[in-house]
């Protein structure tokens, strides 16, 4: 069963070619970091009008490297929720397209669980009911996981989500756009005791996660609590500072991660861990929580990291799975923030 999944639920333009669930034929994907990082962020409009420049070429592309013809492919899958409405409406209406034209399933795959699925793409898979974190620019998120369709969310974001601070942070420190692997980078040559950033645990049994306090104390840390848009502008910080306020808050982030994580895993009675979504491809919080798994005699089952950030091969090979429990989708479908 071959199956052509595309993805455009935010700012990367992606289509794979996956087989049977698991052997990914082809993978492409095409970034868009270098059309917003003027903005320190994604523009709707600007990702919108890139995913309509490279849907069909990415799609044409994906074929060849399967070599493969439309005409060999057994179902359409799109990722129709959750991401920005206008993007996920040009892959949803090009999967119908499709569909309608190769006479074949189309199947609406859900963004997050995908990110899920991304565990299983890397050969082994992961022992249930397992705890899955899926940590992404919009969303941070903890699940029960009993199978690639079995998923009870436990909790989720409730303001900013740990990507989207990453990339503030970022934008603060005068890192640029994406925050997340720059912030990485440069915490490796800091001190990431220099500064006591807070970490923010809710109330207890709480499985639900805020930085925005946290991405708040590294502006009033760096520019202070009056600093306007214009002292923001025309700061400077030093190499060694950029490096120690990175370090610190990434620990701060990460604390906060494996600590919530860790956490619902024991009470939940899970097998495994798994980790997913763009942030699942930090070093720092993969070395962390593969320790805590291993004191806790779980497996920790992370997304290869090319299947971290947005990607097609985990939508269409959730797809495979979702097909053969006859999980269809009709051409009325919607797409869905």
């Known amino acids: 069963m071959k199956i052509l999944g595309l993805e455009t639920s935010c700012d990367d333009t992606a289509a794979a070619v996956i087989e049977d669930g698991c052997n990914v034929l082809s993978s492409v994907v095409a970034s868009q970091d270098e059309l917003h990082e003027r903005f320190g962020g994604v523009v709707p409009e600007i990702a ?20 493969m ?28 397209a499709l569909s309608w034209a190769l006479d074949v399933p189309l199947i609406a795959v859900n963004h997050l669980q995908a990110h899920i699925y991304g565990a299983w793409l890397g050969g082994e898979e992961p022992a249930t009911p397992a705890l899955s974190l899926v940590v992404s620019g919009g969303h941070t998120s903890l699940y029960i996981t009993r199978g690639p369709l079995s998923h009870e969310r436990l909790g989720g974001t409730v303001d900013d989500a740990a990507g989207e601070a990453f990339d503030k942070v970022g934008k603060i420190l005068g890192l640029g756009y994406p925050g997340g692997p720059a912030i990485e980078k440069a915490a490796r040559d800091g001190d990431a005791e220099a500064v006591d950033f807070p970490r923010t645990w809710l109330d207890e049994d709480n499985y639900d996660f805020s930085f925005s306090g946290l991405k708040t104390a590294v502006l009033y840390h760096c520019v202070g609590n009056n600093a306007s ?5 025309n700061v400077s910080f030093t190499r060694d500072f950029v490096c120690d306020v990175s370090a610190s808050f990434q620990e701060a982030v990460v604390d906060v991660l494996v600590g919530k994580a860790c956490q619902a ?6 097998r495994s861990i798994i980790l997913g979504g763009g942030v699942a491809a930090n070093g720092r919080l993969r070395e962390r929580l593969q320790d805590a798994a291993d004191a806790r005699g779980l497996n920790l089952v992370a997304a290869p990291r090319k299947f971290c950030t947005d990607n097609a091969a985990i939508v269409a090979g959730l797809a495979f799975h979702m097909l053969k429990e006859g999980q269809k989708a009709n051409l009325t479908v919607e797409a869905s923030p």
């Open 229 to 233: 848009k214009r002292d923001l502008e």
């Open 69 to 96: 013809d439309l005409d060999d492919i057994d179902a359409i899958a799109t990722t129709t929720t959750p991401g920005l409405i206008g993007a996920l409406l040009i892959g949803v209406t090009a999967a119908k």
């Open 265 to 270: 895993a024991e009470r939940n009675a899970a």
């Open 48 to 67: 919108c009008r890139a995913h309509i420049e490279s849907l069909l070429p990415g799609v044409r592309e994906a074929l060849d490297r399967a070599d």
